[in-house]
């Protein structure tokens, strides 16, 4: 669906069709993002809203928070989770994946990374 709305956002001439189609599959591709991440679980829910903040300090912060009320095995699945797609990114065919995108998921996950080998949790670490 990316492709298509890139394809559509691309053309030389936009007509009041094409940006209509472009309207309905941007619409298409957030409902399906949305019932892809109902399954997956807080850590997942917190990356997606981190990624959101353009100041990292302000992603520092809130994750900070979060990690505040959970505990450290939560600290850990978000830890998986962000490696889990910075591998991703490396299979994504020519790695045609936003430079800031992959920066922010780095970020978070050092910052993951150096909270649970500080906890009492690190016996992997």
């Known amino acids: 669906l990316d492709g298509e709305c890139q394809r559509v956002a691309s053309a030389k001439r936009v007509t009041r069709e094409n940006a209509k189609l472009l309207q ?6 957030t409902r399906v993002l949305e019932e892809l991440g109902k399954g997956l679980g807080d850590s997942v829910v917190l990356l997606n809203q981190l990624l959101g903040y353009d100041n990292a300090g302000e992603r520092a912060a809130v994750l900070d928070a979060s ?17 889990e797609a910075l591998d991703g990114f490396k299979r994504i065919p020519g790695g045609n994946v936003d430079p800031e995108l992959i920066a922010r998921v780095e970020e978070i996950n050092e910052h993951l990374r150096r909270y ?9 670490g």
Do not use: H
């Open 24 to 29: 309905i599959l941007r619409v298409i591709q």
């Open 67 to 83: 990690l505040t009320v959970r505990d450290a095995s939560f600290a850990k699945e978000m830890f998986d989770s962000t490696n």
């Open 116 to 124: 649970v080998k500080d906890s009492e949790f690190a016996p992997w």
